[in-house]
């Protein structure tokens, strides 16, 4: 076992802020303190755990399998790989790494430089993330040591100046009347949670190529990296500091601004109030590294997976290649058209995933296999009825009837009932007498 150091935690640490800080987890925030008003910090809270917390539980659950293959495997080979398969694809080149470039030109370069080509911008944006990711093993080096330091000390001066010199006070009502429920769903909507199924392949590799090799070692710099990521207890900034930072910059907005307001357009006033024009060139900056972060892990993950996947036949670099031109493409239909596209994809993928990560921390308890497929059955099969019904308009009405299907969650109790039907079927396969799958032992 290698000794486990404190800087190979501090530069993991760094990169988990930095992969799961993407524009979205901008824009969020603010939007959010603003809804809440009063009970901004409650809202906060939910929005924290919602967000970081699952997703940092996405991660324990990965290391607690060996890969995201061990959360999976146990719906079977075939609809473990589909699923998967489906979860890199949108927080790949379907979504989220198309997403960053468009975020990055909407948000960076538009309220700096007018008439400035998309198509010209794509091109040099994803020539940069081809460049930081080619190098497979420097990724998270690349991350941790050289681009988050930049996109931590801008945010960190934004929230600074709205604390010293507050845009308003905070009002003392709320514009929801749920603020629970809203901050909930607020963590949901940065896609974290999935995010973290495709970050913990990079971030095992990177354990490992530091010389962690056992899973007691990597489980210790992991999780030195989560407190680090999700309690900013690096220097006092993290993941904590800025989501509770940018939150209050919201909640100080409520005398300006209603649930009308667009978050793009809500964050950018916030910091034109703050910082003037030198603020925009600020807030253009901070996005842009975000978006650039993000866009490294993304590709270089997606990269690895399906390369792994492929068994090799297909190169790491030349993956990198592909979805860097794909990504290009698609980031030109515009980040609302983008978002608009992918959102009942989301919908359909996001609960059986949530089902298998909360299932893995009980594998060593759960013998029989039918569990998983059944409770994970039960969320696929009512997740895409729901998609049918909010999205499509196929009337089907019963779905109102469900325990919290006004909250979205009217998957979670179908898929507890079929879960429960499957524990008390008989049989159990070769996955279920080893619970654990080390991490040395996959192909990641």
Not at 289 to 297: F, G, N
Not at 321 to 344: K, R, Y
Not at 397 to 408: C, M
Request: net charge neutral; charged share 10%; hydrophobic share 55%.
């Amino acid at each position: 076992m290698k000794h486990t150091r404190k800087s190979d935690i501090f530069v993991i640490g760094f990169a988990l802020f930095s992969m799961f800080f993407g524009a979205g987890n901008v824009i969020f925030p603010p939007y959010l303190g603003l809804e809440s008003g009063a009970q901004w910090v409650l809202g906060f809270i939910c929005y924290y755990i919602a967000d970081i917390g699952l997703a940092l539980a996405a991660l324990f659950a990965i290391l607690h399998c060996g890969g995201s293959e061990g959360v999976t495997r146990r719906i079977g080979r075939i609809p473990s790989t589909l699923l998967m398969c489906a979860i890199v694809l949108c927080i790949g080149p379907m979504l989220a790494i198309p997403r960053t470039a468009a975020s990055t030109y909407e948000m960076s370069v538009c309220p700096l430089i007018a008439g400035v080509s998309p198509v010209l911008f794509s091109a040099l944006f994803f020539a940069l993330i081809l460049l930081l990711c080619i190098r497979q093993s420097a990724v998270v080096d690349i991350v941790g040591k050289i681009l988050t330091p930049g996109l931590l000390i801008g945010l960190l001066i934004l929230i600074v100046m709205g604390i010293v010199n507050p845009i308003g006070p905070i009002s003392t009502t709320t514009l929801v009347d749920n603020v629970p429920q809203t901050g909930i769903e607020a963590g949901y909507q940065t896609m974290d949670v999935l995010a973290a199924m495709v970050f913990g392949i990079i971030i095992l590799k990177s354990a490992r190529d530091k010389g962690h090799t056992e899973p007691g070692d990597q489980a210790r710099v992991v999780a030195g990296a989560g407190v680090v990521a999700g309690l900013a207890l690096l220097a006092g900034v993290g993941l904590l500091v800025v989501y509770l930072g940018l939150t209050y910059l919201g909640a100080t907005t409520a005398r300006f601004f209603d649930l009308t307001v667009n978050r793009t357009f809500l964050v950018i006033a916030i910091v034109r109030n703050l910082m003037g024009q030198g603020g925009i060139i600020l807030f253009a900056i901070v996005v842009a590294l975000a978006c650039i972060t993000t866009a490294v892990a993304l590709v270089s993950s997606a990269a690895d997976f399906f390369s792994s996947l492929s068994g090799g036949k297909i190169s790491y670099q030349a993956l990198v290649v592909v979805f860097c031109v794909f990504s290009a493409v698609v980031s030109n239909f515009g980040l609302d058209q983008i978002i608009s596209i992918a959102s009942p994809i989301l919908d359909i993928v996001y609960p059986p995933t949530l089902v298998l990560i909360l299932l893995a921390f009980f594998s060593n308890r759960i013998r029989s296999d039918w569990v998983y497929r059944l409770a994970t059955l039960g969320a696929l099969l009512f997740s895409v009825l729901s998609v049918l019904n909010n999205t499509f308009g196929v009337p089907l009405s019963f779905l109102d009837y469900l325990p919290l299907s006004s909250l979205g969650f009217g998957w979670l109790v179908p898929s507890l009932v079929l879960g429960a039907i499957g524990f008390l079927l008989p049989g159990s396969s070769a996955a279920s007498s080893a619970q654990v799958y080390p991490a040395e032992d996959l192909d990641l």
